[in-house]
């Protein structure tokens, strides 16, 4: 006997009371992470306004996401710190910088998707299938991959989103707007001075002098980087941090710039390009991550020997930060060795908001003069910094 489709269609098909359930449940789900997305939604406008005590203020109010945790990258807590303590001491290009980190990580549908696109495109230039790539890891390579974060913020459309929109952190940005088409080069290093780095642009042969805010502090001369080289009023730098690539892969991007990720992709540096530059978590104010100047300012000062490997309990950040501000004071004391400390190290702690607090209650009148000596050869604003405090202690002895 036929079987009855009406019968059979019946049985298969969801009754009215399960598809209100099923609506019913997605509307809690929504309800659940609401407040969680509009506090994400109410500092993303705050930061676009270039308010960060707004944003901070923020993250106060709903620090923790529905799953008990706290729910904010912690290198943006650190961008927005920054940001508030020293605001009058930047220039316009640290805003420009905080535009470009924006741009990355906005809460629009449209910045969601080129998020996921940058991610996968990243996760194939290192020679992997999207699919196969566990949550885990592509979440990671989203935050931290400095080639899903150039792909992100320039070649899919982030910053030129981000500009048109025309935020008010773009008033106190200068001319953002030239960075947005700013091409991938590659550059060889050819000398470092206390506060400029001098490179040749391998298209062209031109020698060109960017801001030290420490890109060359792993390169010996002759070695190269690919980044987007772009300028602010009469300064000129990367829009982030380059990355550190050979050679070869250098000379290539130089000559056809538009193929920059099929040139890494090819290349046998393409599992680690990514790797060794910060993406969406890179600083602001300095091209060095924090591990990279908290371990060259207090390795000689005990918190690893290096000849003997690490401590095994290592201290916590509170304790990094008067750790660092002590090694500061003590080297200020003496006359300054770049062997010893370089000085974009000296210039990225001084301008990390703990560091800073534990520095200011250490100083002193006799440290007047080392820090105007110090100011005389740092780049950027911890050279404002240094003058300003100078110019406090000797007032006040």
């Not at 780095?197 to 062209?204: F, G, M, Q």
């Not at 200020?332 to 301008?351: G, K, M, S, T, Y």
Request: net charge negative; glycine share 8%; with cysteine.
């Amino acid at each position: 006997m036929p079987k009855s489709r009406g019968r059979n269609g019946r049985r298969n098909r969801p009754s009215t009371h399960n598809r209100s359930a099923q609506l019913r449940a997605k509307a809690a789900t929504r309800d659940q992470y609401e407040p969680y997305a509009n506090a994400i939604i109410a500092a993303n406008a705050c930061e676009a306004d270039g308010d960060a005590k707004g944003a901070l203020d923020v993250i106060g109010q709903s620090p923790h996401g529905p799953d008990g945790e706290f729910m904010w990258a912690p290198w943006r807590i650190d961008r927005l710190l920054q940001m508030e303590t020293w605001r009058r001491f930047l220039p316009p290009w640290a805003f420009a910088r905080w535009m470009v980190q924006q741009a990355g990580s906005q809460m629009t549908r449209r910045s969601v998707e080129r998020t996921l696109q940058a991610t996968d495109m990243a996760v194939k230039v290192q020679g992997r299938s999207p699919t196969s790539a566990p949550t885990s890891r592509r979440t990671w390579i989203g935050d931290h991959d400095w080639v899903a974060h150039q792909l992100a913020v320039h070649d899919l459309g982030g910053l030129a989103e981000f500009v048109a929109r025309r935020p008010g952190v773009a008033g106190l940005a200068g001319d953002v707007s030239s960075w947005v088409d700013a091409p991938m080069g590659g550059y060889r290093c050819v000398d470092e001075t206390d506060q400029e780095i001098v490179w040749t642009d391998l298209a062209s042969g031109d020698e060109i002098t960017t801001l030290n805010l420490g890109a060359a502090l792993h390169l010996q001369a002759g070695r190269c980087v690919i980044g987007r080289m772009v300028t602010s009023g009469d300064v000129r730098l990367f829009d982030i941090a380059p990355a550190p690539v050979g050679e070869a892969v250098a000379e290539a991007i130089a000559a056809s710039p538009g193929d920059w990720v099929d040139v890494i992709t090819a290349s046998a540096d393409a599992s680690h390009v990514g790797l060794l530059s910060p993406g969406q978590d890179g600083a602001l104010l300095t091209d060095l991550s924090e591990s990279v100047w908290r371990d060259a300012i207090l390795d000689p000062w005990g918190r690893g020997d290096p000849g003997h490997g690490r401590r095994e309990i290592q201290p916590t950040l509170e304790e990094e930060d008067s750790m660092t501000a002590d090694a500061i004071l003590g080297l200020l004391r003496q006359p300054l060795d770049d062997e010893l400390i370089p000085l974009p190290c000296f210039a990225a702690a001084l301008l990390s908001e703990g560091v800073w607090e534990q520095l200011v209650l250490r100083l002193r009148p006799e440290y007047a003069t080392p820090l105007g000596n110090l100011a005389r050869r740092l780049a950027g604003p911890a050279a404002d910094i240094c003058q300003q405090m100078s110019r406090a202690l000797t007032e006040s002895a």
